[in-house]
């Protein structure tokens, strides 16, 4: 049986994507670092596969697909179908790492049991945004404020996987919160991705469940406060290393 928690999900929102809590997880992969260094470790042959798979991605929806929808005014069904199997190989992989599954990804492109993932190939693709080059640069740029979302949540799901860690280290127990934080965070970048590539032409939904919302608040704001930190630090290194070599000059 497939978990949502908290507030059921508006129906509108683009793509249905449902995950099931996981239950009796395994702590050995709680141990800090170690786990984590373990689990990366074994996911290298689905990193090569996954660097294969959005390479011959990217050549057909950036060089071919465009002109498809273009001239057709319909999205090109092998590019549907490498985008779908890119997603489910990257969500396997995405739900496996923080330990929203212990089950090992595998070298297929069918979502397992664990999750559900449904993206239907568009039925009438806006022309506008598919002329090369300057369809995805529109794109792109409206995608901006998404782009800040999403990146503070990625923080913030990286801090919420380090807190559940201990959780299930010593409890045994996947926390809701942070579960849904981080299932939330992964239906938020795959309609970031979706939108990208044309497989959808309605903005991404901005929406995560807030049930626990206090905890999810505080992550939230955590998530936030290291976005901007890294983001001071790098304009910081910036500069310092422009005015050495200004003053190596």
């Known amino acids: 049986m497939t978990h949502t928690f908290g507030m059921a ?11 099931k809590h996981i239950q009796n997880p395994n702590r050995l992969y709680a141990i800090p670092l170690l786990g984590a260094l373990f689990k990366f470790i074994i996911l290298i042959p689905q990193f090569i596969m996954i660097l294969f798979v959005v390479i011959v991605f990217l050549l057909v929806a950036l060089l071919i697909n465009p002109f498809v929808v273009l001239f057709t005014g319909k999205y090109w069904s092998v590019t549907h179908s490498l985008a779908v199997a890119y997603v489910t190989l990257l969500t396997k992989v995405m739900l496996y790492l923080p330990g929203l599954t212990d089950k090992y990804p595998g070298f297929n492109f069918q979502a397992n049991e664990d ?22 640069l529109a ?3 409206l995608l901006i404020p998404f782009m800040i979302f999403i990146t503070v949540l990625e923080f913030t799901s990286w801090l919420a996987m380090v807190g559940s860690s201990f959780v299930v280290l010593f409890a045994g127990k996947y926390p809701e919160s942070t579960y849904e934080l981080s299932r939330d965070y992964w239906r938020i970048s795959i309609a970031y991705i979706m939108y990208l590539f044309g497989l959808s032409d309605s903005y991404p939904s901005f929406w995560i469940s807030m049930n626990h919302k206090d905890i999810k608040i505080a992550l939230i704001v955590l998530g936030a406060i290291f976005y901007i930190s890294t983001q001071l630090m790098s304009i910081g290194i910036n500069l310092f290393v422009n005015s050495l070599l200004n003053s190596i000059k």
């Open 9 to 19: 999900m508006p129906s509108d929102i683009y793509p249905v994507f449902t995950v």
């Open 139 to 141: 794109r792109y740029i």
């Open 115 to 136: 999750f559900t993932l449904d993206i239907p190939c568009p039925t009438a693709p806006n022309r506008l945004f598919a002329i090369p080059f300057f369809g995805g």
